[in-house]
């Protein structure tokens, strides 16, 4: 546990230093920012004001670029590290490979989850000291929703890492991976299946199996419960989980899918070459 | 205390190592010589438990990939290429001391008599500091702890010469209880700080080969050069060998590390026209035979 603890300060000190991670972290205390400067928290949208507001616009950009940028940086930096041999020296060390891998992502996990939170609970904070009410409920949800998706895309990223030799190629197939489950959102591909009669079930199936509109469909309950805007596709959704515990699924399974593909990782790791 | 058995690597139908079979005793002192792509790097990748393989890999009797822990406690390794490390020096030496159960003041105290203060740059992120220092800092993170075996790759490339003989000297004082394999290019690099060279091509060991063991590595020779004239360039080219010039840049002495021997008569060669008369002479014997 020593070692395990010892890699994880180690990656979050070498990713503090790191220039993804600052860009990272302006991005989203920056679009935080932009959304009190744009007066967001007194506009009023589908019945939304105040904090709710924001946060409701916040989660949606989130689900935009959380996902790319946490399978990037991971690729890059992990990859990376192996390319330049940074591998080859730090596993000459005596350190079990799980503790290693393990120690990594926790670490990684950490240095991506905190400043999206932190940018919230800035936002949470500013609306206290300006006394707009906070919908607490509303933001441990998310709060929720953001640790339980940036596990899972680290944890594909981790898989993605370790099956690809080079960079390149960890970069490219961490794209693929990201536009994939981007087409297969409601508003694109599956849109076009369900105009092309596919058995609903297929396309509901697919929407649960697709982490990306699990965290979509889970955010937009908050303000549209009836999910309305996502069209037929609500009313399976309704009728095999219920609001309640499609919530909850929201946040189980891409911790679930997470945790499979970091374990997958894993086994390839500890199996193959490791520099 | 070191056995590769039948030892094969293949990269992509690539054989980088073709049926090793080695056996090193504890106490040897192992040059690993070859061309790029001969397997040097290979081969130690295998020790070091980093790649998996065809054949046996045994230290102690422990198997490097399935008992990493306890066979890389007892490995200190010294890469060429210094890896890219954006953390700062201390928090390196930290983490290296407390996954190798030794204690930082050993590293700094290595650090120390290689001329780095680790202390003045314990702040600054390992990526900048110089080829130098970078090499100095992996030696004392190697050395600093408990091994029986040390396995470098171009340990001594970008030393200047005084810390190249205080590292002699490091290395001397273990050579009752360590093993070492010192990879390089060229065999006159680490020809004086070894007792056997193993030469490999295309994966195979070519040549496993005792050599006489009489250059001490702690020892030092005492060398006086006369010129025909003053030339800048060797002028420069001893400086960075800290030899004193005694006579209008004609006459030079300065003090050359044993083993380091080869390596200066290799650079006095390019000015062999330039050399009117040369001694040299073993003041200290040291230990290390």
């Keep these: 546990m020593k070692h395990l603890w010892l890699t994880a300060k180690l990656d979050i000190v070498e990713s503090l230093r790191a220039r993804w991670f600052m860009i990272y972290t302006l991005v989203f205390g920056g679009i935080v920012a932009l959304l009190f400067a744009f007066g967001l928290t007194e506009s009023r949208v589908l019945g939304f004001i105040g904090l709710s507001r924001l946060l409701v616009t916040y989660i949606q950009l989130s689900m935009a670029i959380l996902p790319i940028f946490v399978l990037i940086t991971t690729v890059r930096s992990v990859a990376g590290d192996r390319e330049a041999g940074v591998f080859e020296y730090l596993l000459s060390l005596p350190v079990s490979l799980g503790a290693w891998f393990w120690g990594k992502i926790v670490g990684r996990y950490l240095v991506v989850f905190l400043p999206v939170f932190a940018a919230m609970a800035a936002a949470a904070g500013w609306a206290m000291v300006k006394d707009v009410e906070v919908p607490w409920s509303m933001f441990l949800y998310y709060t929720g929703l953001l640790a339980s998706i940036s596990w899972c895309f680290l944890g594909i990223g981790m898989l993605i890492s370790t099956m690809a030799r080079s960079i390149d190629v960890a970069q490219g197939a961490a794209f693929l991976v990201w536009l994939t489950m981007l087409l297969f959102l409601d508003l694109i591909l599956l849109g076009i299946m369900i105009q092309g009669h596919v058995a609903p079930e297929v396309a509901v199936a697919l929407a649960l199996a697709n982490p990306l509109q699990v965290f979509r469909t889970a955010a937009l309950m908050l303000f549209d419960p009836q999910l309305v805007v996502i069209g037929p596709a609500a009313y399976v959704i309704f009728d095999y989980f219920g609001g309640p515990l499609f919530k909850v699924y929201a946040l189980v399974y891409p911790v679930v899918l997470g945790t499979i593909a970091a374990g997958g990782g894993y086994l390839l790791f500890r199996r193959g070459d490791l520099p | ?289």
């Design chain 2, 1 to 289: 205390m070191i056995q590769f058995n039948h030892v094969s690597k293949t990269f992509k139908r690539n054989r980088v190592l073709d049926d090793i079979d080695l056996k090193i005793g504890l106490g040897e002192r192992i040059a690993l010589v070859g061309s790029n792509g001969a397997g040097k790097t290979t081969l130690i990748r295998c020790l070091l438990g980093e790649y998996v393989y065809d054949g046996e890999v045994a230290v102690n009797g422990l198997t490097p990939r399935r008992e990493r822990t306890e066979v890389l406690a007892r490995i200190g390794f010294v890469p060429q290429l210094p890896p890219p490390l954006k953390m700062p020096v201390g928090q390196l030496v930290g983490f290296a001391a407390s996954l190798c159960n030794s204690e930082v003041k050993r590293m700094e105290d290595i650090a120390q008599r290689l001329g780095l203060d680790l202390g003045k740059i314990a702040r600054l992120p390992f990526v900048k500091l110089s080829g130098g220092m970078k090499q100095k800092l992996l030696i004392a993170i190697a050395m600093g702890r408990d091994t029986n075996v040390l396995v470098m790759d171009e340990p001594a490339a970008n030393l200047d010469p005084d810390a190249r003989h205080i590292f002699f000297e490091l290395l001397a004082e273990r050579l009752a209880n360590t093993t070492m394999l010192i990879s390089s290019h060229r065999l006159d690099e680490v020809a004086p700080l070894v007792n056997r060279v193993l030469e490999m091509d295309r994966g195979k060991v070519v040549l496993d080969d005792r050599v006489a063991d009489d250059a001490s590595l702690s020892g030092k020779l005492a060398c006086r050069l006369t010129l025909r004239r003053p030339e800048e360039a060797i002028a420069k080219a001893l400086a960075g060998w800290s030899f004193r010039d005694t006579g209008n840049g004609t006459e030079w002495e300065g003090l050359i590390a044993g083993p380091d021997r080869l390596r200066f008569l290799g650079m006095l060669s390019r000015y062999v026209g330039l050399l009117a008369r040369m001694s040299m002479e073993e003041i200290e014997r040291g230990g290390g035979q």
